[in-house]
Nanobody, 124 residues
């Protein structure tokens, strides 16, 4: 069974930076595509960024392009989301998700393991 634990959320001001981390245990982390999702107040959960199993391929939602960077360390079984120039609309619970052994998964239904989420609030 795969267990995912997010950390790094908090309250920041617009324009600030924040780095989220996801620690994984169990499963085949190095062979699985990973992703960050978020769900803002009253909004649907959306995919923010995806990283392939080998870390060479990434995807970002338009609103995160050029501001967020997803990365992973397969040796440490960790994934990160570096966020800069944060905006109030980035306020959400951010979830780490793992696919079941797919090297690069772009469909939400491919992500079957989820963390509990970490709250990010951007407010002045």
């Amino acid at each position: 069974q795969v267990r995912l634990v997010e950390s790094g959320g908090g309250l920041v001001q617009p324009g600030d930076s924040l780095r989220l981390s996801c620690a994984a245990s169990g499963g085949s982390f190095s062979r699985s595509s990973m992703a960050w999702f978020r769900q803002g107040p009253g909004k649907e959960r959306e995919c923010v960024a995806i990283i392939s199993a080998d870390g060479r391929k990434t995807y970002y939602v338009d609103s995160a392009e050029d501001r967020f960077t997803i990365s992973r360390d397969n040796a440490e079984k960790t994934m990160h989301l570096q966020m800069k120039s944060l905006k109030p609309e980035d306020t959400a619970v951010y979830y780490c998700a793992a696919s079941r052994g797919l090297s690069y998964a772009i469909r939400r239904q491919d992500y079957i393991y989820w963390g509990q989420g970490t709250q990010v609030t951007v407010s002045s």
